[in-house]
């Protein structure tokens, strides 16, 4: 959307907003340096990074109040289940509001007016149109360029192909439980230093949240970032699912279906729309008009 904004193609929008977890992969941010050193400023859009934080670090401070991770838990009477997910809505939603009101002028508390509010883009393909959902505030009206412009995920990859940047990495945090094997095994295989990281937080996390622990309250079983509910170090990524073999085996325009054949969740993260809910592709940039 940004591109397309900077290319006249959709209308020039003011601002583009990265909420930041502080624990992106490193391809990430140098994907977002090049964004706004190539195609952001160029169109005179600036990107403006929030931040609530680093999730990483957060998680593993007791001083610290940490809003959960959807981490794998195994119980002791070996019942599974999850821990609730407040991550999206802390370190995403949440930094991105308050830049908006910032920008608004009406800095929280203030009251803002009715007929004050910012359109938001939020890219959501039409693979994944039912995604689509109006804000949950009235001063951001929530718009989906891409649906309107009748743009599937495949369309997508070729207008990034076509400006240099078919290697438009997926944004998330290192150590989303979200990720799936084939996520899980490039940050192995491609990034020793990153997966040492995921690794050690993967261990850091077995009884819970720091400051959980610390009052007391930790979890009745043991916690995991990978589903198999297996120490990281050990769980059967390497295991090809059929989801991947599809991918293998079609083109292009057959992937994002393939990619949520594998348990029903698509690797990636994004303000709107966490693609773990299982409820959109470019959607990691609020853009404000």
Not at 259 to 287: H, I, K, N, Y
């Amino acid at each position: 959307m940004l591109a397309l904004s900077a290319e006249g193609i959709l209308p020039k929008v003011d601002y583009a907003i990265f909420a930041d977890t502080g624990w992106e992969p490193k391809a990430v941010y140098s994907h977002l340096d090049r964004l706004e050193r190539e195609i952001a400023k160029p169109a005179g859009i600036p990107i403006l990074r929030v931040t609530s934080g680093n999730i990483r670090n957060d998680a593993l401070d007791p001083d610290r109040r940490f809003a959960s991770m959807p981490l794998y838990i195994r119980n002791k009477d070996g019942k599974e289940g999850m821990t609730r997910r407040q991550c999206t809505g802390e370190y995403k939603i949440n930094p991105i509001k308050r830049q908006v009101r910032e920008l608004l002028g009406y800095p929280y508390p203030a009251r803002i007016p009715r007929d004050v509010f910012v359109e938001q883009w939020v890219g959501i393909s039409t693979d994944e149109f039912h995604r689509a959902k109006d804000a949950d505030v009235k001063y951001m009206r929530n718009r989906h360029p891409l649906i309107d412009m009748d743009w599937s995920r495949s369309d997508c990859i070729r207008y990034l192909s076509s400006l240099g940047l078919a290697d438009t990495p997926k944004s998330s945090c290192l150590g989303c439980p979200f990720h799936g094997n084939a996520q899980w095994r490039h940050i192995r295989d491609t990034s020793p230093a990153e997966w040492a990281d995921v690794v050690e937080f993967d261990a850091a996390i077995r009884k819970g949240n720091a400051r959980a622990n610390a009052t007391g309250n930790r979890l009745l079983g043991e916690a995991f970032l990978h589903r198999s509910r297996i120490p990281l170090s050990e769980a059967p990524i390497d295991h090809v699912t059929a989801a991947e073999w599809v991918a293998l085996q079609q083109e292009v325009g057959a992937e994002e279906h393939a990619e949520q054949l594998e348990e029903g969740v698509a690797d990636g993260c994004s303000p709107w729309a966490c693609r773990g809910e299982m409820t959109a592709t470019q959607e990691d940039f609020g853009l404000a008009t």
